[in-house]
């Protein structure tokens, strides 16, 4: 049976990590390091990608040679007017960590006044003068998320919580390693689903219950199954008062955060509970994405230097001296160095690239010395095809830079073969979820 397109908006596209995972590379599959076909019912309809910081818009440039400039906005999110956004199914995003807080309402307004540039407001906006509001939301982010700011823990995560629950959304969420489910990066970070009271889907879920929903029958579960010591032990509470009285109050003082690894809201209810992975397949390892004999001697660590990459790398503990002259004592733990090929390797940050002694940046050991990760292991432990980022007037440390940025493409696509699913499953009585 052949479904119709689920219409995509992407926001804060970056190098189109997202698009990636839904709609596939030429039709190939992350998953099968893009050997085997996928069949995407995903179709991105309008993209934006906006750095503010830059002049020139390096990430917005691989996206526009990846997949042209139709239909794709290179303009500050907060500056478009929600007319030229087309009507969509799915609005997708990974939208950055900020302080979410509300100063007060605007009398006579649907809106509310944010911090200025704080992105998770541009997507406020989206939804709330849509009149054709997206049915579905898949949004990512840094898994601190749950508990900023240290003052008052959750705030932010509950603030985004009460005003979906305001629009109409319901929202379920799970932190995902990627490595614990076979992937070859050890990179966690939060993924955000929504669904509106006009989905079959909310239906779904209201006629479960929500531990339910976490553990066994939710599209996060089915992505990416769970278990979980605390079924009977859950933490549920409601979100009281308005946004902005959660702004202001929410576990004020609260020492520890209130939301687990996983959990779900409906109707201003929360279920949180914390759950550890269910995986038995196969494990991807940094050996399996190393080039071999492709890498430029750029890449290789001078002998000279080694000592410093050593001493950055290695544990301290010494006396140092601030810019006021203050002496204090400095003391960290060392770090595994080079690198274990044996295992899915370390995070990948966004000061990756350069050829500059650091402590975070990744060194292999090969049988010709040591040596920084290429622009294609870099990507690959994105899961992203090869050479995704390499266009014209695109150095090597920026394409190292928007690895930092980017997202694990194999989770994005697992998240959405889970949402289809979901999605399409009323089809065999003739219902159509999407119009």
Same mark, same amino acid.
């Given at each position: 049976m052949e479904f119709k397109k689920?219409?995509?908006? @992407? +926001?804060?596209?970056?190098?189109?990590?997202?698009?990636?995972?839904? @709609?596939?590379w030429n039709e190939k599959s992350a998953s099968s390091n893009y050997r085997?076909?996928?069949? #995407?019912?995903?179709?991105?309809?309008?993209?934006?990608?906006?750095?503010?910081?830059?002049?020139?818009? =390096?990430?917005?440039?691989?996206? @526009?040679?990846?997949?042209?400039?139709? !239909? =794709? #906005? !290179?303009?500050?999110?907060? #500056?478009?007017?929600?007319?030229?956004?087309?009507d969509h199914d799915l609005l997708v995003g990974g939208f950055p960590c900020q302080d979410y807080s509300v100063a007060t309402t605007l009398k006579n307004s649907k809106g509310l006044i944010g911090k200025k540039g704080v992105l998770w407001w541009s997507i406020h906006k989206i939804l709330s003068e849509k009149e054709n509001k997206p049915k579905y939301l898949f949004l990512e982010n840094v898994d601190r998320l749950l508990i900023s700011p240290s003052g008052q823990r959750g705030r932010d995560f509950a603030i985004i919580l009460k005003s979906l629950n305001d629009l109409g959304y319901a929202v379920e969420w799970r932190v995902v390693n990627a490595a614990e489910y076979g992937m070859p990066q050890r990179?966690?970070?939060?993924?955000?689903?929504?669904? =509106?009271?006009?989905? *079959?889907?909310?239906s779904e879920i209201k006629e479960t219950t929500s531990s339910n929903w976490v553990l066994e029958e939710g599209t996060l579960a089915n992505a990416f199954?769970? +278990? *979980?010591?605390?079924?009977?032990f859950r933490n549920e509470f409601k979100l009281k008062g308005d946004i902005v009285e959660i702004s202001e109050n929410f576990n004020l003082k609260g020492k520890k955060g209130m939301f687990e690894n996983a959990g779900i809201m409906i109707d201003?209810?929360?279920?949180?509970?914390? *759950?550890?992975?269910?995986y038995e397949d196969s494990f991807s390892i940094l050996r399996d994405i190393i080039q071999n004999g492709e890498v430029t001697q750029e890449f290789y660590i001078n002998e000279e230097d080694l000592d410093k990459w050593f001493y950055l790398k290695g544990a301290k503990k010494e006396m140092r001296k601030n810019a006021q002259g203050f002496e204090y004592n400095y003391s960290e733990g060392g770090m595994i160095f080079p690198d274990s090929l044996d295992k899915?390797?370390?995070?990948?940050i966004t000061g990756e690239g350069g050829k500059s002694a650091s402590r975070f940046k990744h060194v292999i050991k090969t049988s010709k010395g040591y040596r920084r990760l290429s622009p294609v292991e870099l990507e690959r432990l994105n899961m992203f095809p090869d050479? =995704?980022?390499?266009?014209?007037?695109? *150095?090597?440390?920026?394409?190292?830079?928007?690895?930092g940025n980017a997202l694990v493409v194999g989770v994005i696509e697992k998240i959405g073969i889970a949402l289809n699913q979901k999605i399409n499953k009323n089809d065999r009585t003739g219902k159509r979820e999407l119009v």
């Open positions: 689920i219409r995509v908006a @992407e +926001l804060f596209a970056g190098v189109g990590g997202f698009r990636l995972g839904l @709609e596939g085997e076909t996928i069949a #995407s019912p995903y179709q991105v309809i309008w993209s934006n990608q906006w750095e503010p910081s830059t002049k020139i818009q =390096h990430a917005s440039a691989v996206y @526009e040679r990846r997949w042209g400039m139709d !239909n =794709h #906005s !290179n303009r500050d999110i907060a #500056s478009v007017e929600i007319s030229d956004i087309p990179r966690r970070r939060i993924f955000i689903m929504a669904y =509106h009271r006009d989905s *079959t889907i909310y199954p769970v +278990l *979980t010591d605390n079924v009977l201003g209810i929360v279920t949180t509970m914390k *759950t550890k992975p269910s899915p390797s370390r995070t990948i050479n =995704h980022t390499k266009i014209d007037g695109i *150095t090597d440390t920026k394409r190292a830079f928007f690895m």
